[in-house]
Nanobody
């Protein structure tokens, strides 16, 4: 079965950096698109970024463009989200999510059917 384990969250001051990791198992990594979405208390989920593993194409939401980078280590079946210049408004629980790439093209990241426990990112001002 599809398993996704996100880690790397924590407390950081505004302007700081974190790297989130999403370790995956139970599926053929190359067939999938892996994404990150976040949810802050009292707010709706927001798609942040994805990477289509087989061709490396990526997407970043406008709110994080220029500050966040997504990458994958295909040998480790792991996706990373590097977050620089963090702002208090980036505070949220971050989830990695996955779907077959042929389906992921048609739906937002927040609707990918497979996701894990999430990791909490808190940015202090």
């Amino acid at each position: 079965d599809v398993q996704l384990q996100a880690s790397g969250g924590g407390l950081v001051q505004a302007g700081g950096s974190l790297r989130l990791s999403c370790v995956t198992s139970g599926f053929t990594f190359d067939d999938f698109t892996i994404g990150w979405f976040r949810q802050a208390p009292g707010k709706e989920r927001e798609g942040v970024s994805y990477i289509r593993v087989n061709d490396g194409s990526t997407y970043l939401a406008d709110s994080v463009k220029g500050r966040f980078t997504i990458s994958s280590d295909n040998a480790k079946n792991t996706v990373y989200l590097r977050m620089n210049s963090l702002k208090p408004e980036d505070t949220a629980k971050y989830y990695c999510a996955a779907d077959f790439s042929y389906r992921a093209r048609e739906i937002p990241i927040t609707e990918y059917p497979n996701w894990g426990q999430g990791t909490l990112v808190t940015v202090s001002s």
